[in-house]
């Protein structure tokens, strides 16, 4: 069984910062792309930041600049480092991991429950 658990999310001030965690435990063989995804009250699901195995990054255009991904292999852990954030970016973040658990020869996908973050004054 694999699990994702989100952690970091919170109540902060326009321009303030968070930081995001988001653990995968259980028999985790391999982990191919790591992703931080939100959905705002009333819209759909959208991408935030995606990780490649390789260390390559691609960001979402309205949070370029202001928000970092990175990951720690050792730990399946990624990050989301959110800096001047706006209310804007308020929202259920979700962690995404496309890995690899014992006993299988494929990739799933898997996701965490979410945390929340509300950005206001």
């Known amino acids: 069984q694999v699990q994702l658990v989100e952690s970091g999310g919170g109540l902060v001030q326009p321009g303030g910062s968070l930081r995001l965690s988001c653990a995968a435990s259980?028999?985790?063989?391999?982990?191919?792309?790591m992703g931080w995804y939100r959905q705002a009250p009333g819209k759909q699901r959208e991408v935030v930041a995606v990780?490649?195995?390789?260390?390559?990054?691609n960001y979402a255009d309205s949070v370029k600049g202001r928000f970092t991904i990175s990951r720690d292999n050792a730990k399946n852990t990624v990050y989301l480092q959110m800096n001047s954030l706006k209310p804007e970016d308020t929202a259920v973040y979700y962690c995404n991991m496309r890995l690899r658990k014992s006993g299988s020869w494929s990739f799933g996908e898997y996701w965490g429950k979410g945390t929340l973050v509300t950005v206001s004054s």
């Open positions: 990780i490649f195995s390789s260390g390559n990054t």
């Open positions: 259980g028999s985790v063989v391999s982990i191919d792309v």
